[in-house]
């Protein structure tokens, strides 16, 4: 950490379901002296904050609008049904999207897979937060497909749900101001990609000219021929006198 860095904050926005805390605890090994404020934020609004300078990073779901945004893909989640505990789905230990044809599915408006063709029945209400869909799950209305750490976030205990095989999936990924990739970004985006503690601040790597010049230094003394020369001492591995 740099003297200019220090007093600094560095604020990383997140989306439901995501949890940063494994990068945050490195991060917080690494640079005790940057403090991470952690800003949680909606999956519709944290594209919006990140342009705004509401934060200097952020964990988003794809996709999202790129224009203006550096972007790192990290994981894809596997999708899940919501049901209630009762619902014959719940019998099953993997569902498929024909397994849902006559069930109402929940569409919130805050849903972040990418749909071609959403399975089962359109639902009675698009609810605005998946968070009012799972309530509306739980009451018998319907049922809901989201991200696997979706249904972890909003777990319910008359609530269970089951893997979707064939159903899209949400991807996870880091994204930052193009503008605005300072140093602190660069460490960020080093720990977020599993770089050590000696390589993760390589904001300046040495030029390509530098590694061959050093390797020349080390070859041995060549001859006028163009030939290595050997040491007077030391025999030529396989060398063996006739």
């Known amino acids: 950490m ?65 224009d203006g945004l550096s972007v790192i893909p990290l994981y894809v989640e596997t999708t899940v049904v919501v049901v ?58 319907g049922l809901l497909l989201v991200p696997q750490s979706l249904a972890r976030l909003h777990h319910r205990r008359d609530l269970t749900y089951r893997p979707m095989l064939d159903a899209p999936q949400s991807q996870v990924a880091l994204a930052w101001p193009t503008d605005a990739t300072t140093d602190l970004v660069e460490d960020f985006i080093g720990i977020v990609r599993g770089r050590t503690v000696n390589s993760s601040r390589g904001r300046t790597p040495a030029s390509p000219a530098e590694k061959p010049a050093q390797r020349q230094a080390q070859k041995p003394a060549q001859n006028g021929s163009g030939r290595r020369t050997v040491p007077a001492r030391r025999k030529r591995k396989g060398y063996r006198p006739r």
């Open 2 to 66: 740099t003297d200019g860095e220090t007093g600094k904050v560095f604020r990383l926005a997140y989306v439901p379901g995501v949890t940063p805390a494994k990068w945050v605890n490195v991060w917080t090994e690494r640079m005790p002296g940057v403090p991470v404020t952690l800003v949680a934020v909606s999956a519709a609004e944290v594209v919006g904050l990140l342009r705004d300078g509401g934060a200097d990073a952020g964990f988003v779901r794809l996709p999202v609008d790129r």
């Open 84 to 141: 209630p505990k009762d619902h014959a789905v719940a019998a099953a230990a993997e569902v498929a999207v024909a397994d849902l044809t006559d069930d109402e599915v929940f569409h919130p408006l805050d849903d972040t897979i990418e749909w071609t063709a959403r399975p089962g029945l359109p639902a009675f209400t698009r609810p605005a937060t998946t968070a009012g869909a799972v309530e509306l799950v739980a009451a018998g209305a």
